[in-house]
């Protein structure tokens, strides 16, 4: 059985990864309290042949149920039975501007502040976040872009991938993403939101994209940063990392940062990495 145990913080996109699962053929059951997991899995597995799928999501609206969660998944895992821990999050920002455009309630809420649910929600979920396989930082990305990197991250090894190369631009102004496992700077860059006609632009369009990259110091360090990472990646699909993101930062995540997202992918994936290897480019901060 391909087990999934789904979790993370309310407004971090549950309802949407949900939907994703359910597209790709899982049986979902959501809210289920973790101590009818074994229950379920063992009813499950007596008729495996039309639910070889499944996937539970828990989190606080569990109430004191959920707190015997890491209990639940050890019990699960002495009995042998296999999965996976995918943990869904964002910026308290985010989350918070969320929960005031649907005006929903926090499960959390309902005696204090928004905020101080969150917070306190993200301290409960702390111990099961360290225990995740995937954490998918959802703050920035609209419902579609989420839903195809949720798709991409669960289709995964179905095609011959074994390591999931994710090239992600961002803008400092608006925090680093969670879940990117390198980061690097490319503020050391010149920046075309300084010149009127290309501050409009983005780091897709021609002139800026030859604006950053024409430049001898971008040549430069696009040529070592490539060579780098076709040593690591290597490495890291040896060691058996399903998922690398690698985040490159510029100061909005319009311009600088882009551009160099955009060719860092194109000349990695015209690199030659060995088998199993599979490169994607996207772009946190681009519409804001």
Same mark, same amino acid.
């Given at each position: 059985?391909?087990?999934?145990?789904?979790?993370?913080?309310?407004?971090?996109?549950?309802?949407?990864?949900?939907?994703?699962?359910?597209?790709?053929?899982?049986?979902?059951?959501?809210?289920?309290?973790?101590?009818?997991?074994?229950?379920?899995?063992?009813?499950?597995?007596?008729?495996?042949?039309?639910?070889?799928?499944?996937?539970?999501?828990?989190?606080?609206?569990?109430?004191?149920?959920?707190?015997?969660?890491?209990?639940?998944?050890?019990?699960?895992?002495?009995?042998?039975?296999?999965?996976?821990?995918?943990?869904?999050?964002?910026?308290?920002?985010?989350?918070?501007?969320?929960?005031? *455009?649907?005006?929903?309630?926090?499960?959390?809420?309902? &005696?204090?502040? %928004?905020?101080? #649910? $969150?917070?306190?929600?993200?301290? +409960?979920?702390?111990?099961?976040?360290?225990?995740?396989?995937?954490?998918?930082?959802?703050?920035?990305?609209?419902?579609?872009?989420?839903?195809?990197?949720?798709?991409?991250?669960?289709?995964?090894?179905?095609?011959?991938?074994?390591?999931?190369?994710?090239?992600?631009?961002?803008?400092?102004?608006?925090?680093?993403?969670?879940?990117?496992?390198?980061?690097?700077?490319?503020?050391?860059?010149?920046?075309?939101?300084?010149?009127?006609?290309?501050?409009?632009?983005?780091?897709?369009?021609?002139?800026?994209?030859?604006?950053?990259?024409?430049?001898?110091?971008?040549?430069?360090?696009?040529?070592?940063?490539?060579?780098?990472?076709? *040593?690591?990646?290597?490495?890291?699909?040896?060691?058996? &990392?399903?998922? %690398?993101?690698? #985040? $490159?930062?510029?100061?909005?995540? +319009?311009?600088?940062?882009?551009?160099?997202?955009?060719?860092?992918?194109?000349?990695?994936?015209?690199?030659?990495?060995?088998?199993?290897?599979?490169?994607?480019?996207?772009?946190?901060?681009?519409?804001?």
């Amino acid at each position: 059985m391909d087990l999934k145990i789904v979790t993370g913080m309310s407004g971090a996109g549950k309802t949407n990864f949900v939907q994703v699962l359910e597209d790709m053929g899982y049986y979902c059951v959501d809210n289920l309290p973790p101590n009818l997991f074994s229950k379920f899995v063992e009813l499950i597995l007596q008729v495996q042949s039309d639910y070889d799928k499944v996937a539970l999501v828990a989190d606080v609206r569990g109430g004191k149920f959920f707190q015997d969660v890491t209990r639940v998944l050890q019990e699960l895992k002495n009995k042998g039975l296999k999965y996976e821990i995918i943990f869904l999050e964002a910026s308290d920002d985010i989350l918070v501007r969320r929960f005031k *455009e649907t005006r929903r309630r926090h499960p959390l809420a309902y &005696k204090r502040g %928004l905020l101080e #649910g $969150i917070q306190e929600e993200r301290q +409960r979920l702390a111990g099961i976040r360290g225990q995740a396989d995937v954490i998918i930082d959802s703050s920035g990305l609209r419902v579609q872009d989420f839903k195809e990197h949720a798709a991409a991250l669960l289709t995964q090894g179905q095609t011959g991938e074994r390591l999931q190369v994710r090239v992600l631009s961002f803008g400092f102004k608006y925090g680093l993403p969670i879940d990117v496992d390198l980061v690097m700077d490319v503020r050391f860059l010149p920046n075309p939101f300084y010149l009127p006609e290309l501050k409009p632009l983005c780091g897709q369009d021609a002139p800026v994209r030859d604006f950053v990259l024409e430049r001898p110091v971008t040549q430069s360090f696009l040529q070592k940063y490539t060579a780098l990472l076709q *040593e690591l990646l290597p490495l890291y699909l040896a060691e058996g &990392k399903q998922y %690398l993101a690698i #985040g $490159i930062g510029c100061t909005g995540g +319009r311009h600088r940062s882009v551009a160099i997202a955009e060719e860092l992918g194109r000349r990695l994936l015209a690199a030659g990495l060995p088998d199993g290897i599979s490169v994607r480019v996207g772009h946190r901060d681009l519409n804001k």
